[in-house]
C-alpha cells in the first residue's frame, strides 16, 4: 500500500526511499533505533529486548540480530535486513531458532547482562528486570518451547513470502514478516512499518486454525476429536460438555473453593499462553481483551462468563484441544479434599 500527501485539492504518492540512500545502517542506524523500540515490529506481544548480536555457540561468524522474550515466555528471534529482498533470512532464522530453542533462564539472565553491560547500563539488576517483565518476581522461571520468529526488512521477495507461508501452514513455526520502508518527506525520515505476514486482520484466524491443525493430528483417525464429558459438582450434573466447556467449568469451580488464577496456571505449564488476562475494576470482558491487546474471541468474555475477583476481572482462554483431560487432572490434584468434583466421558 501506498502512503499518500493530502494537498487540499488532491492526494499526491509519496515515493519510499531505501536505507541505502538515506545512508542508513543496518546495524549501527536501524538495529539501534529499533532495539530501543521493539515493541513498533511486534505489536501483538509486549516484547523485551534480551541480547543484541547474540552468539554463544560454536561459529561464531553467526549471530542472533535481537533476541528477545515476549510476555507469553516465548524466546523471539529478531532478524533485519535493510535489502529490497530480504535475502534468505527466514533460514537464517531457523537456524537461530533452533540454536536458542532449549536456552534457560539463567542463560538469558547472562546474555542480558551482557547486553546492558555493551550498553555502559548497570548490569546487577539485569535477572531482575526479566522476573519482572515476565511477572514472576520470585520462584523458578521456565521459557515455552516456542520459539518465534520476526523478519523485519525493507522489502521480500516472493521467495521469502511463500517460504514463511508454507512454513506457518505447516503448524509448527510462527513467524512474522514486517516490513520497514523509510520514507524521506519534509526533511524528515519516516519509517512505514506493516506486518504483512500474517495480515493483522488475519492473524488469530491462521492462529487458531493452525492449532485447530495441531488437534486433529493428534487425535488420529479421521482428524475430528468429539470427545464429551459429563461433569459432576456437588450431585449436580452439567451433562455432555465439549472440552472447552469442561475445563471452563472445571476452572470455575476451583476458583469457587478458592484457588488462585495464578495456581491454576501453574497447573497448565505446557501452555504457551496465560490461561488468564484480566484487568482491573469491574469491565466486560472485551474491555479486558483489549486491554490486553488480545481477541476476545480466544477467551471467555461474555458477562457470564467473566470471573470477577479481588477488584480484578478476568477472562479464562478457550482455546483447548490436546492435553485438556491432563490440565483437568492436574486441577482436580490442587483442589481442597472431599471436593465432590468428578467426570467421565459422556455416552
Request: hydrophobic share 40%.
Amino acid at each position: 500500500m501506498a502512503i499518500y500527501e493530502y494537498t487540499g485539492s488532491e492526494i499526491v504518492e509519496v515515493q519510499p526511499s531505501t536505507f541505502a540512500a538515506l545512508d542508513l545502517r543496518e546495524r549501527e542506524d536501524v538495529q539501534r533505533v529499533l532495539r530501543e523500540n521493539i515493541n513498533s515490529i511486534t505489536p501483538e506481544t509486549e516484547t523485551m529486548v534480551l541480547a543484541e548480536e547474540y552468539c554463544n555457540w560454536e561459529d561464531a561468524r553467526r549471530r542472533i540480530d535481537l533476541l528477545c522474550v515476549d510476555s507469553e515466555a516465548n524466546l523471539v528471534v529478531v532478524e533485519l535486513k535493510r535489502t529490497e529482498t530480504g535475502g534468505h533470512m527466514e533460514l537464517q532464522a531457523i537456524r537461530y531458532a533452533a540454536m536458542v530453542s532449549a536456552m534457560k533462564f539463567e542463560h538469558a539472565v547472562e546474555a542480558h547482562r551482557t547486553y546492558l553491560r555493551a550498553l555502559g547500563r548497570p548490569v546487577d539488576q539485569a535477572e531482575t528486570a526479566i522476573r519482572t517483565f515476565l511477572g514472576k518476581e520470585d520462584g523458578p522461571v521456565a521459557f515455552t518451547d516456542k520459539v518465534r520468529i520476526v523478519l523485519a526488512s525493507a522489502n521480500f521477495s516472493r521467495e521469502v513470502t511463500t517460504s514463511v507461508l508454507w512454513l506457518n501452514a505447516q503448524g509448527r513455526l510462527d513467524i512474522r514478516c514486517v516490513q520497514m520502508r523509510p520514507i524521506e518527506f519534509a526533511g524528515r525520515t519516516l519509517f512505514d512499518i506493516q506486518q504483512v505476514i500474517p495480515l493483522p486482520e488475519a492473524a488469530a484466524y491462521q492462529i487458531a486454525i493452525r492449532e485447530k491443525s495441531i488437534e486433529q493430528e493428534a487425535a488420529g483417525g479421521d482428524g475430528r476429536d468429539f470427545t464429551r464429558y459429563d461433569v459432576i459438582v456437588a450431585g449436580k450434573l452439567f451433562p455432555n460438555l465439549p472440552k472447552r466447556r469442561f475445563i471452563y467449568q472445571m476452572v470455575a469451580e476451583a476458583l469457587r473453593l478458592g484457588l488462585t488464577p495464578e495456581a491454576i496456571g501453574q497447573a497448565v505449564p505446557w501452555r504457551p499462553t496465560r490461561l488468564f488476562i484480566f484487568a482491573e475494576g469491574n469491565v466486560s470482558g472485551e474491555e479486558v481483551a483489549r486491554l490486553n491487546g488480545k481477541d476476545p474471541g480466544r477467551y471467555f468474555s461474555s458477562e457470564e462468563e467473566v470471573f470477577r475477583i479481588a477488584g480484578r476481572t478476568y477472562a479464562f482462554i478457550n482455546q483447548w484441544g490436546i492435553r485438556t483431560e491432563e490440565a483437568v487432572k492436574n486441577l482436580l490434584a490442587l483442589m481442597p479434599k472431599n471436593h465432590g468434583i468428578s467426570y467421565k466421558v459422556a455416552n
